[in-house]
């Protein structure tokens, strides 16, 4: 409310000095005009313009006069404007115009009579029901069409024989149950009808996208994997359907596959993905499995296994993946872990092995790791041996295991950390704990470090932040961090409320 008003003095105080450009529009150099709370298609817009933008404006019904003048006009975007007809013909004598872009309106129909040059036609979030056979007739330049978040249940081949040049097809959020025959699209790329209904495919309706790259469906309630893709495709996304077995086999004629997303499904395992020589990335997050999969692909950079239900990590399982650099496993019920099992994973850099059943942490784990998270596991003890090596790890996580003591010489040799998330431990705070305070605060680590649960007097407080803890070891420690002003004579209460900082707040760090 409070933008649009500004807007809206904006708008005032440009026209003011602008004599050509209409009320609550502004109008710049390069011919565009941006019209803002608008009732109607401004009458004065200056019939050299190009690019016309009105969005949360209350016009509900456009007509031809509406654009009569505007002969050059090569962009025209009506957003949020309660849109809910148009007059036949309306755009029909805009021959420039390339690009029409009327979303978040209220139209219940495609408009008619689209001008032949339009390459790109988006009507995302309105009411459309039906698609005619007429629609799109004569759009042979049609590249991008977005009818995402409508109300169409089938797609009749016919409205589609004129868009011969069409790429992109997006049709997510609809009502599609299922599709008869394939509208026949040979320049196809792009082809998302994530979010509908679909159960099924016809048999070969596939077969005519010859050149798709891109296909998601994810979102239905397939059951099965079509058969008919075409070999074309890079990118396949079948995430949050009801797939409960998956051939890959089947599907080794896709040579070129490089991302498959099979996310949420109730996949209890996965064979022959070696047959998908191209793929790099793999997710199957939130699926039945009890095992990795087997015979990974060697050009795999990306592999998401979490929230299932794996136990064990073998370096078989690993075996030959010199590309891996994302492994996700986190959320599962790994308690073995083969010392070495990521050895050949040389370029591995994100581990994630959050909640599971591990009591330690992995033995030899690859050097080039710069993220490892093992938060919320029952690891008891941290030893050089599991870290010595991760020269190159900078965020660490144990949040939430049953370390109680953690030995200064152990962070020596991590010269890149930066955070360091150690609360939810039950921390023994004993001067050899401040030392490794002291050691971490000179190496300026970013650290959780949470409370202590022992000694009993020690119960609550803060080990990084608690100057009573601090006191207390004062005769054990020759030398304190933070010097004299640790050392000032304070009630212990008031000592600890004043280290009382963010030690402690929970929040979780973004991995990128
Ligand atoms: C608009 O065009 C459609 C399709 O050609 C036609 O059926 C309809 O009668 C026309 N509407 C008006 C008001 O002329
Ligand atoms: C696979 O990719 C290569 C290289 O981009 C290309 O030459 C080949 O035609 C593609 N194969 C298929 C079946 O599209
Ligand atoms: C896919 O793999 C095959 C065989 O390994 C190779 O010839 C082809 O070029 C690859 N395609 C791409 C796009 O990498
Ligand atoms: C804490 O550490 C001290 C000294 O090592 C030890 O004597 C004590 O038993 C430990 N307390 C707990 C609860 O582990
Ligand atoms: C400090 O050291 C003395 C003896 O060296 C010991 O009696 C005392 O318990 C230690 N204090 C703490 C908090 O560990």
Redesign the pocket.
Known sequence: MYLSYLLFIFFSLHNGLSTTCPRRCSCDPAQSVQCYRATEIPREIPFTTRRLYISHSKIKQLQITDFRRMSALEELVLSCSGTEAIENNTFKALSTLKSLELYKNQLKQIPTFLPSGLEILKLADNSINTLHATDFEGLMKLRVLDIRNNLIATLPPSAFSSLCNLQSLILDGNNMESLSAAPKLPRLKYLSMADNKLNSFPANFFASFQNLQFLSLSGNFLTKVPLDLP??LLSLKLEKNQLKTIRLRDMK?L??LSEFFLSENQLSSIDGAQLLP?LTTLELSKNQLHALPPRLPSRLQKLDCSNNHIQRVTAQDFQGLQDLKHLFLDNNAVSTFEAGALQQCAQLSNLALEQNLLISIPLRLPDTLARLDLKGNDIEDVGEQELKDLKQLQVLNLRNNKISALDRKVLEYLPRLRHLYLDGNPWNCTCDLLRTRRALVAKGTDVRGGQCAAPAESRGESWMSSKKILQQCEDNLSSMEGGKEDRKKMKPSEASSVGANTDDDYYDYELD
């Open positions: 070999k074309s004629h040579e070129n191209n």
